[in-house]
C-alpha cells in the first residue's frame, strides 16, 4: 500500500504548488495587462488615433468590438428578430451534442460493460487521472 508520504506524492504536491503560484501570477499579471490596454485604448480614442505603428515592428490598431447574448434564454427572440431582418434563422442555429451528459453516459457504459462495443468515432480516451480534494487547505497552509 502507498504511504502518504511516497516520493510520487511528495513531487505531485510540490509541482503542484509551484503551478497554482504561478497560474495565481499569471492571472495578476493578465489584470494588470488588461488594465494596460483599456488605458491604451482610451488614450488612442481620445486622440482620434486609429493606428500607431513603432520602430519595432509594433503596431496597435483599435477596432471596434461586439459583445452580445444570444442564448437558450431568448432563442426564440433572436430567432424572430432574424426573420424580422430578412435572415434565414436556421443559418444561425448550430447542433452541439451535450458533451457532459455523454462523458456521464459514457463512463456508465464502461463501468458496466467495459471498454467493449464503444464506438470509435467518439475517440474514447480512457487514460487515467488523479484527483486530488483538499488542495486549497494545503495551498493556503
Given at each position: 500500500?502507498?504511504?502518504?508520504?511516497?516520493?510520487?506524492?511528495?513531487?505531485?504536491?510540490?509541482a503542484r504548488r509551484d503551478y497554482e503560484e504561478a497560474k495565481a501570477r499569471a492571472s495578476n499579471l493578465h489584470h494588470h495587462m488588461?488594465?494596460?490596454?483599456?488605458?491604451?485604448?482610451?488614450?488612442?480614442i481620445d486622440a482620434e488615433?486609429?493606428?500607431?505603428?513603432?520602430?519595432?515592428g509594433l503596431s496597435f490598431t483599435v477596432t471596434p468590438s461586439i459583445g452580445f447574448a444570444a442564448n437558450e434564454a431568448n432563442f426564440d427572440q433572436t430567432q424572430e428578430w432574424l426573420s424580422e431582418n430578412g435572415l434565414t434563422p436556421e443559418d444561425y442555429i448550430s447542433r452541439r451534442t451535450n458533451r457532459k451528459r455523454l462523458r456521464?453516459?459514457?463512463?456508465?457504459?464502461?463501468q458496466e460493460r467495459g471498454e467493449v462495443d464503444?464506438?470509435?468515432f467518439l475517440e474514447?480516451?480512457?487514460t487515467p487521472i488523479i484527483s486530488v480534494r483538499g488542495w486549497s487547505k494545503v495551498e493556503n497552509s
Open positions: 500500500m502507498m504511504k502518504a508520504n511516497h516520493p510520487t506524492i511528495v513531487d505531485y504536491v510540490i488588461k488594465a494596460a490596454e483599456r488605458r491604451l485604448v482610451d488614450a488612442m488615433t486609429k493606428t500607431i505603428k513603432r520602430t519595432d456521464t453516459t459514457l463512463k456508465e457504459f464502461i464503444l464506438p470509435e474514447i480516451d480512457t
